[in-house]
């Protein structure tokens, strides 16, 4: 460990000690003497201003995509994120921004939020060289959702020539065992109409490691081992429509669905002891065969009209979404394999979405004055049933495991914006008003929960320019977090026999107040961002001593005090060697009550990030990248420091039409998650997450056809992150 430790310092510091590549030749001699004026000599190394690849928008980074050198050997969209400043991916590489916020994913303006998986694959089939820029929003105004607490707005190329194109892209990833990722892209563009169609195919099987250690004071000892395989198979098609109705008018249309299916085989195991370690108390095994399926299918219409400074947009979503899934849990006693427990489970889950909105705005001399309407309205119905095996060796109903649950629930929204223009200073002001209308029933529970409240979320935000190198933004908004359905739905969720998390129906929405201030100079980018989040949703353990049950319940915490320090700077060292650093610092302070106990603590972590990229001859690109976390946690869990280091090598061919990639993530399988429970007295539960994310992987991108036309990608709305 002390030996990778030592090589991550080394490739992370190597710029600071390393010494460039001499100028040889006349014509590198005298390139450098231009230079020389706007450059530093360091130890013989060369640092020079890299090219302006970053900038502010109303405050919010906007880093370009295409044709940047920072994700030349980048595989695909979720790739590049990682190498963005600001914004982090986890080991599940689920996306993060401003300290661990979920952001909402738009395109060119416009939301596309769906589930994490469906998410993760289409982030997958967008190559680097579709995507122009990625603006980054950590702190969005009154004129988005409110539960926006982050955006990531990806604005794709566009290209009005006439005629077809298309592209696939394929990417093989091998470690233990093998996936697949293939997506073909195909638009034709005539003068009025532009037709796009979408079709991936991704499968493979990936696999998991959980292992766990507890004691308590009192009582028993347990060892846990966990086992997880999933083989994955995944379709998805979607086609749209773009027409360009004349100079004033604009009308899209889009339908999608996809289809996922799962097989699971988890295997485990539990030895326990007695306090003392010398008395074995009983030694089991379980397995839990898993088969699940999700198929959506959704349709999209989009409408727009402008007239010199007027515009009115209107968009209209409907959602379908089936989950299915069917288990069997079986406990054994590993010494005779007779057979503890048996129980099956049988879950539908059915969730339907309906929105429209329409918003306007028109320009009054440097001014512009924004306002809008939005409804929503969501049903979900949940059935899971348990059948357990009898002394008879039958299987019956079991009514303490199964579930009967619906939610219903309508948002009704508004809102007024209001910017104008002052020489270098721009101020954006902003009301929205959201009223919820909800009702939870928990058939199995007799147990209904209505809402019905109305928030009032302001915003503002001012930004001056002092000049091309020099900029200053101050935000500040209130934020509301609903909980999802499965928050709310109380149903057992399964790790183990004994360990499963269950859901809450009456969690309350919690809500964030923050500040944000943001400096750029040139391409050094500083940002600073502090707030109170209150009614904090979170997940706590409750441990049964005389049933070794461990259950995860959901609770509201009083409140949270958070801090966030970012700031990123492009170094380029030498004309071949580009360099770009990201440091991230963060600061919690929670209030936690737990097991009649209140337990307040702040916690200090940061990351630092250092992206490399080596211009070598006959057209190959190195990328080396490295990322190191500190320790961190909350109040009741110390999360252990980790980090990774990737290396990939880019090369196009064929007038770039063809582009190859070879790379290996995780090269010394170093991002696996450490946990500790930080209350002795009360549990001392150590625990580790394993997933396969160390692996070598070739990805393959060709272009054909006649234009280079790029239609707009299906919009969706932020109720449908909701729907899992």
């Known amino acids: 460990m002390m030996i990778k430790l030592w090589l991550f310092l080394l490739l992370l510091f190597l710029p600071i000690f390393g010494k460039a590549q001499k100028a040889t030749g006349n014509n590198e001699s005298d390139s450098l003497a231009r230079q020389k004026s706007s450059t530093t000599n360091i130890s013989e190394v060369v640092i020079q201003a890299a090219p302006r690849s970053v900038k502010l928008n109303d405050g919010n980074l906007t880093v370009a995509v295409s044709g940047n050198k920072d994700f030349k050997t980048s595989t695909h969209l979720l790739d590049v994120l990682r190498k963005t400043p600001g914004v982090t991916i986890d080991q599940e590489e689920g996306i993060f921004i401003g300290g661990r916020v979920t952001p909402a994913i738009f395109i060119d303006g416009k939301p596309i939020v769906m589930s994490n998986q469906e998410l993760q694959a289409y982030l997958r089939s967008l190559s680097p060289e579709m995507v122009e820029s990625l603006e980054v929003n950590t702190n969005p105004s009154s004129k988005y959702d409110a539960e926006f607490k982050g955006i990531i707005d990806i604005k794709l190329k566009k290209n009005t020539d006439l005629g077809w194109k298309g592209n696939y892209n394929g990417n093989l990833y091998a470690y233990k065992f093998n996936s697949r990722e293939n997506t073909l892209n195909l638009t034709y563009n005539t003068e009025k109409v532009a037709y796009s169609f979408q079709g991936g195919?991704?499968?493979?099987?990936?696999?998991?490691?959980?292992?766990?250690?507890?004691?308590?004071?009192?009582?028993?000892?347990?060892?846990?081992?966990?086992?997880?395989?999933?083989?994955?198979?995944v379709y998805n098609i979607q086609a749209g429509a773009d027409f360009r109705l004349n100079d004033k008018n604009r009308l899209r249309l889009n339908l999608r669905g996809s289809s996922r299916e799962i097989d699971r085989m988890r295997l485990g195991s539990l030895y326990t002891t007695?306090?003392?370690?010398?008395?074995?108390?009983?030694?089991?095994?379980?397995?839990?065969?898993?088969?699940?399926?999700?198929?959506?299918?959704?349709?999209?219409?989009?409408?727009?009209?402008?007239?010199?400074?007027?515009?009115?947009?209107?968009?209209?979503?409907?959602?379908?979404?089936?989950?299915?899934?069917?288990?069997?849990?079986?406990?054994?006693?590993?010494?005779?394999?007779?057979?503890?427990?048996?129980?099956?489970?049988?879950?539908?889950?059915?969730?339907?979405?309906?929105?429209?909105?329409?918003?306007?705005?028109?320009?009054?001399?440097?001014?512009?004055?924004?306002?809008?309407l939005k409804y929503s309205q969501s049903d979900t119905n949940n059935n899971i049933r348990y059948d357990t095996l009898s002394v008879n060796n039958q299987f019956a109903f079991d009514p303490d495991r199964s579930n009967l649950f619906s939610y219903k629930e309508k948002i009704l929204a508004g809102y007024l914006a209001y910017k104008q223009k002052f020489g270098k200073l721009q101020i954006n002001a902003g009301l929205r008003l959201e009223n919820t209308n909800s009702v939870s029933d928990a058939v199995?529970?007799?147990?209904?929960?209505?809402?019905?409240?109305l928030e009032w979320l302001p915003s503002f935000s001012a930004n001056y320019t002092f000049n091309k190198s020099n900029e200053l933004s101050l935000s500040y908004s209130r934020k509301i977090t609903r909980p999802v359905f499965s928050q709310l739905n109380p149903f057992r969720y399964y790790f183990s026999p004994l360990n499963y998390s269950i859901g809450n129906p009456y969690l309350q929405p919690s809500f964030t107040s923050q500040i944000k201030v943001t400096y750029r100079y040139k391409n050094w980018i500083t940002s600073f961002t502090i707030g109170k989040e209150k009614d904090v949703m979170a997940r706590y353990p409750i441990y049964n001593p005389k049933t070794n049950v461990l259950e995860y319940l959901g609770a509201n915490l009083p409140y949270r005090n958070f801090v966030v320090l970012e700031t990123s700077f492009p170094v380029k060292i030498t004309k071949w060697w580009n360099?770009?650093?990201?440091?991230?610092?963060?600061?919690?302070?929670?209030?936690?009550?737990?097991?009649?106990?209140?337990?307040?603590?702040?916690?200090?972590?940061?990351?630092?990030?250092?992206?490399?990229?080596?211009?070598?001859?006959?057209?190959?690109?190195?990328?080396?990248?490295?990322?190191?976390?500190?320790?961190?946690?909350?109040?009741?869990?110390?999360?252990?420091?980790?980090?990774?280091?990737?290396?990939?090598?880019?090369?196009?061919?064929?007038?770039?039409?063809?582009?190859?990639?070879?790379?290996?993530?995780?090269?010394?399988?170093?991002?696996?998650q450490q946990l500790e429970f930080r209350h002795k007295q009360i549990m001392d539960n150590q625990f580790r997450h394993w997933w396969d994310n160390s692996r070598f992987y070739f990805s393959l991108s060709y272009s054909f056809g006649g234009s280079k036309y790029q239609a707009k990608e299906s919009q969706r709305t932020e109720e449908e992150n909701r729907a899992r």
């Open 201 to 233: 195919y991704n499968d493979g099987i990936s696999f998991y490691q959980y292992n766990a250690l507890q004691r308590l004071a009192n009582t028993n000892v347990m060892r846990t081992r966990t086992y997880q395989e999933d083989q994955v198979n």
């Open 274 to 372: 007695d306090k003392s370690e010398k008395q074995l108390v009983f030694n089991t095994g379980n397995e839990n065969p898993m088969h699940y399926s999700q198929n959506n299918y959704g349709i999209t219409t989009d409408y727009s009209f402008q007239n010199k400074g007027f515009k009115i947009n209107f968009l209209g979503n409907y959602l379908s979404v089936k989950n299915k899934q069917k288990d069997d849990f079986i406990n054994r006693d590993k010494a005779s394999s007779e057979v503890l427990s048996y129980w099956k489970s049988d879950l539908v889950n059915k969730i339907d979405i309906y929105t429209g909105q329409i918003d306007a705005s028109q320009k009054i001399g440097e001014a512009e004055v924004e306002a809008g």
């Open 444 to 453: 199995t529970l007799d147990s209904i929960v209505s809402r019905n409240y």
């Open 579 to 672: 360099m770009t650093s990201q440091i991230a610092g963060n600061y919690n302070y929670e209030f936690r009550p737990y097991l009649d106990q209140v337990f307040t603590l702040g916690i200090y972590n940061y990351e630092i990030r250092v992206n490399q990229v080596f211009t070598l001859p006959k057209g190959y690109t190195v990328n080396l990248f490295a990322n190191y976390e500190s320790k961190t946690g909350n109040s009741l869990y110390i999360i252990k420091p980790r980090y990774s280091i990737d290396l990939s090598i880019q090369k196009s061919w064929l007038d770039n039409k063809l582009n190859t990639k070879i790379g290996y993530n995780n090269i010394f399988d170093t991002y696996d």
